[in-house]
């Protein structure tokens, strides 16, 4: 007489899984990233919004049409801008951290921002100013949580596991 058991190998649900990490890991890896992009518009005094869509179930969409930040971000080959002679930029490539800086736009003796081609030029500039050198801000915080969301995937498998229990990982099964 002969006595077997038999045990079949059950893989988890990695669909379930994955969707439960996607869910939690993801969001709170985009409230993250949002407030690295806040931090380089800390110093500013009209900071722009920055927003959060949700492109589909792994993807997410963090970022601001406003324009200024583009400039910054991607830098310009010119300046239609005179900036005060003490002027220093609160920003540097790089960084995603702003800093104290000083000086501005300068303004005429009128009081008028020297800024656009049509005043500078009313205000005898007649050429642009050398342009914005780009920060790459997203690059910057990009290459920072290449490294950060190592550590939320982990803790979203874990979750996700605990969650899922025994109902989606049983590694064996008696037959």
Do not use: C
Request: proline letters at 3%.
């Amino acid at each position: 007489m002969e006595v077997s058991m038999t045990y079949d190998v059950i893989l988890p649900d990695w669909d379930a899984i994955n969707e439960i990490i996607s869910d939690s890991s993801l969001e709170e890896i985009a409230e993250e990233i949002k407030l690295d992009f806040e931090s380089t518009t800390d110093t500013w005094e009209e900071a722009p919004d920055f927003t959060i869509e949700r492109i589909n179930r792994r993807s997410i969409s963090i970022g601001t049409d406003n324009p200024i930040y583009a400039f910054l971000n991607y830098g310009t080959s010119l300046r239609w801008a005179v900036m005060d002679d003490n002027f220093s930029s609160k920003t540097r490539p790089g960084n995603i951290k702003a800093r104290s800086g000083y000086g501005g736009v300068k303004l005429s003796r009128g009081g008028v921002e020297l800024r656009g081609q049509s005043v500078m030029n009313r205000h005898g500039y007649k050429n642009p100013k050398p342009g914005i050198e780009a920060r790459r801000f997203d690059d910057a915080i990009s290459a920072k949580w290449q490294k950060e969301a190592r550590k939320y995937a982990e803790k979203g498998l874990a979750a996700g596991l605990q969650k899922a229990g025994n109902r989606i990982f049983r590694w064996l099964k008696r037959t």
